[in-house]
């Protein structure tokens, strides 16, 4: 159990027999009766966000989430990754993956949120080096400028690239935003 008054952004904790993360928290001290703590709770389960109010010293349970790198091997039905110690797979389903699924390679290496000995979600690299597959021809003299343009990368993810990206160039996205950072 933790106080309202320890909540960290990021934090998991357990309400109404839901697992929820700590998006945002602010503790609030009218100047006329008690202190309380707003937030802004994400369901990690269902991904759904709601505000929320606590009382400022109100007990609830932590939620202890576990994590564990993973190889990613494939896509059926369902995600497949594998543990690289183990090599006990797990899946997920496209609902737990959410947009993440656009900066997903095979062979990759990503984090899997275990709560409870179930996989809710994953955590990808912050960059990953991926292949342009699909982009208008850039124009002939053109350099570095800020004007972008849509192209396709190999895991399906559409990203803005400057105009002298072509088909086959190698770049690097970031994963938490979808964008552009560099040619490799």
């Given at each position: 159990m933790i106080?309202?008054?320890d909540f960290k952004n990021g934090m998991a904790i357990e309400?109404?027999?839901e697992l929820l993360e700590i998006i945002y928290f602010q503790h609030v001290k009218p100047g006329k009766g008690g202190a309380f703590v707003r937030?802004?709770?994400?369901?990690?389960l269902t991904g759904a966000i709601f505000e929320k109010t606590f009382r400022a010293g109100e007990k609830i349970e932590q939620a202890i989430l576990e994590?564990?790198?993973?190889q990613y091997l494939y896509k059926d039905e369902?995600?497949?990754f594998m543990d690289n110690l183990t090599f006990?797979?797990?899946s997920l389903d496209e609902k737990q993956i959410g947009d993440k699924k656009y900066f997903l390679k095979e062979n990759m290496e990503a984090t899997l949120v275990f709560y409870k000995g179930n996989a809710i979600s994953i955590e990808l690299p912050?960059?990953?080096e991926a292949k342009v597959v699909k982009t208008e021809p850039g124009i002939k003299g053109d350099t570095v400028s800020s004007s972008f343009k849509p192209a396709e990368i190999e895991t399906g993810a559409k990203v803005q690239v400057p105009l002298f990206i072509e088909n086959g160039d190698i770049i690097k996205v970031d994963t938490r935003t979808g964008e552009y950072i560099t040619r490799v």
């Open positions: 106080s309202s008054n309400y109404d027999g937030t802004k709770l994400k369901n990690l994590t564990r790198k993973m369902h995600y497949i006990e797979q797990f912050t960059f990953i």
